[in-house]
């Protein structure tokens, strides 16, 4: 690729195949508001390669504009990607740019509170999330006692994923982000059903944007106003009320602070993995 190409823009994160029209329209009117405004001729813009990795993808040099967690923004990207911010979005427990997550179980189940899922079956989407592993961690750590709490824990590989092993009778119960949750809630109602959040996890800012290193202070601070003013254009409105996205806010890695700290709190308690 020559010095000047970019991989297109990409949403992957929530990017469910009930959404993946509105995705693709916003990630298109954000490609084309970012070439405009760094000067990229818009046949410079290429499709991301089949199958790539997400992880490959966070820092490679020719990364645009795309999304990734709380966990491995703070846990390994710092210093090898440029923080633009994050969406607001509109589901229940966000408020401005922080989520948190829902703590699910089967509604016929016998579990009405952390303390009652001692000894069961906890599902997560995977070992690098902050709102399935860290937030999960982060509420059991004071009712485990220094020990193992759960029965099993399993790895499932997405938080819908999660959700069906809960339902399916597979697991006992799982820790899915509100935006994830209000998908379920707004496109799987058949999921939804059967399913009851008896609590929430501390909250934290939400998924970061990213971009690559390539890119100057300057572009990364272009880049952020670019987004914000997407994320209010008349054009993208149908798009971002299908998405659930109501807003932007410009943040640094200090904002995402709150993320180790759960770690860190769960550890002082004797807790460091969720077991």
Not at 93 to 106: A, F, T
Not at 121 to 143: C, E, W
Request: net charge neutral; proline share 6%; glycine share 8%.
């Amino acid at each position: 690729m020559s010095a000047r190409d970019c991989l297109e823009v990409r949403l992957p994160m929530y990017d469910w195949p009930e959404v993946r029209p509105a995705t693709a329209k916003l990630e298109k009117a954000l490609g084309k508001a970012l070439a405009g405004r760094l000067g990229l001729a818009p046949e410079r813009l290429k499709p991301w390669p089949v199958g790539m990795d997400l992880g490959e993808a966070w820092t490679r040099s020719d990364l645009l504009l795309t999304q990734t967690c709380g966990y491995p923004l703070t846990h390994g990207l710092r210093g090898k990607v440029r923080l633009v911010g994050a969406p607001h979005y509109s589901a229940p427990d966000c408020e401005g740019v922080s989520y948190r997550s829902r703590i699910v179980v089967r509604k016929d189940s016998r579990f009405r509170n952390l303390e009652d899922l001692r000894g069961s079956r906890a599902v997560f989407n995977s070992l690098d999330s902050q709102s399935g592993m860290n937030a999960f961690r982060h509420a059991i750590a004071p009712f485990a006692g220094g020990k193992p709490f759960f029965g099993r824990v399993m790895a499932t590989g997405s938080h819908r994923a999660s959700a069906s092993a809960v339902v399916a009778g597979d697991a006992d119960v799982a820790c899915i982000d509100c935006v994830c949750w209000q998908l379920i809630c707004n496109e799987v109602p058949g999921l939804a059903d059967h399913l009851d959040a008896i609590a929430a996890t501390a909250a934290v800012p939400g998924l970061p944007l990213i971009t690559s290193l390539r890119f100057s202070v300057a572009d990364e601070a272009a880049i952020a106003e670019t987004v914000e003013e997407v994320f209010s254009a008349p054009e993208t409105r149908k798009s971002r009320e299908r998405l659930g996205i109501r807003g932007f806010s410009r943040l640094f890695f200090e904002d995402y602070a709150a993320i180790p700290a759960m770690e860190d709190e769960a550890v002082s308690q004797g807790y460091p993995d969720l077991l």
